[in-house]
Each structure stands twice: as C-alpha cells, then as structure tokens.
C-alpha cells in the first residue's frame, strides 16, 4: 500500500491552512508562492478537500481557502478518504488465485491503520510541529547546529571543484 503524493501536499496544505491566525483565506497562488506545489494541482487538491468538507473556497478578489472545520476536527483518516478515496486492496482479475486469507490479513491491516489515522488530527501534527520549533530554537540559542527536516530541505556538501587535468603522452 502506498500513499501518494497528493495526500502528502494535501496535508502540507491543510497545515499551513491551520497555522493562518487572522483565518483570512489563501488563494492557490499563495499557497504554491510558499511551498513546491503548482498552483494547478494545489487547485486540485483543494477540490477534493472542499467535497469532503475540510476546506471551503471563498470567492472574489479576497478569496481563497479556509479550513471549513476545527484541525482538532479534521482527522488524518479524513485527509486520506478525501484524497485517495480510503485504503484498500488493490484490484484483481477475477481470475487470479486470492487466497481468503491473504485477504483477511490485509482488510485487519487497513481497518486498524484507519483507525489509528482517525485517532490522529491536524491540530496532534500542529502541536507536534510547535513542540519540535522550540526544541530547534533553544537548541540553536544554545549554540548548537540543529537542522530540521522540513520538506524537501537537505543538507549538502559543496562539491569539490574538478580540475581539469591534461595528460600528454
């Protein structure tokens, strides 16, 4: 079982949603100015968010999006039915052997990873989020070098220069 990316930007989406503190909305295009989404697949997104009735759309030059409920609200199990529609098996032909338990063993594991997803809200990842900044920020006050993982961040080395070497024979 995989989960796209969709579900990963959906709930990059939804959490910088959750963190506008004056709720005025966001348009696509602010949304894609601070993250690496494109603008039409944030559009995307964000309409089938709106049809589950996490995000609601206001029209008009001030428009945008907004979070239609509470992040306590908003489970992590709702994202995923949202974006990908649930988690299940994945489609056979009639014809091909499925073992009656290979089935079993697979609906027990998606019915307790729903339920351990459902257990999970936005506002849980937010407050996970707020207690990893200040851990970040007294850490570097204490001189200490930490890099988070945000996203698509990595550290790397500058790479060496190559010198070009001419060899004559």
Known sequence: MRISSMTFHALHLLFRLARQTDKTPL???ELADTSSISEHFIQKIM????????VRSIRGIAGGFVLAKAPREISLSDIVVAVEGGISL???KEN???NNAVVSVWTKAVTRMMGELSRLTLMDLFVQNAEEEKVAVANLQDGRNL???LGRSRCRRPKARARHIVRTF
Not at 47 to 54: K, Y
Request: charged share 15%.
């Open 27 to 29: 348009s696509a295009s």
């Open 47 to 54: 309409r089938m968010l709106q049809g589950s009735g996490i």
């Open 90 to 92: 994945p489609e056979v």
């Open 96 to 98: 091909v052997f499925a």
């Open 147 to 149: 890099r988070l993982s």
